[in-house]
């Protein structure tokens, strides 16, 4: 498969079988998160891998949908703020944002290369998370996804590849 190929294949699943993940496959995830590149190589993130069973209640605290408990895991990925590249030289701006993307871009490509299914979630209640991971002050949880095998015949959304034509978001030589 190409990298295009695979691309084009990651969806977001929404409904997960609850077949545990072979350590062999999540070991892939975790190392492909590994070596995501961050600004400056600093590296500021943990990954949390949250298994889900006995703890569906709490974690639908933190996003309420039935999906997010079916996986059998649950990965968190969380900055630290204080470790990550600052643009100190211009406007001090943080990246750790931008490394937390990237890791979890490299997880869910990952995860699809294996069969496996993924959802981003930004849309959680950041509070819960903290207290519920026992995420310390320095840590930002910062993105969630379910990681397990996709119900058969799962649909990709609606919105999966309804992507905008090349023309609107490409631009050359300047805006
Ligand atoms: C940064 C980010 C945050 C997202 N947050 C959520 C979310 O909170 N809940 C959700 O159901 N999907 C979320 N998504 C999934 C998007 O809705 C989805 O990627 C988009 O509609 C394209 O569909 P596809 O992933 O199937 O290609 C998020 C995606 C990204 C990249």
Do not use: K
């Amino acid at each position: 498969m190409t990298f295009l190929d695979l691309a084009r294949r990651r969806y977001s699943v929404r409904a997960y079988r609850p077949d545990p993940v072979p350590d062999d496959a999540l070991a892939i995830v975790q190392e492909a998160a590994r070596v995501a590149p961050t600004a400056a190589n600093r590296q500021p993130f943990r990954v949390i891998v949250v298994h889900t069973a006995g703890r569906e209640a709490e974690l639908r605290r933190i996003y309420d949908r039935e999906w997010f408990v079916q996986a059998p895991i649950v990965l968190c990925v969380c900055a630290v703020r204080d470790e990550a590249w600052r643009r100190t030289m211009y406007d001090g701006r943080s990246h750790a944002d931008v490394d937390a993307a990237i890791v979890m871009d490299h997880m869910t490509l990952a995860a699809a290369d294996i069969g496996l299914g993924t959802c981003w979630i930004a849309a959680f209640d950041p509070a819960a998370a903290r207290e519920v991971l026992g995420v310390p002050p320095e840590g930002e949880p910062m993105l969630f996804s379910p990681l397990g095998y996709p119900v058969e015949g799962d649909a990709a959304s609606d919105r999966h590849l309804q992507r905008r034509p090349l023309g609107e978001l490409i631009r050359y030589e300047r805006w």
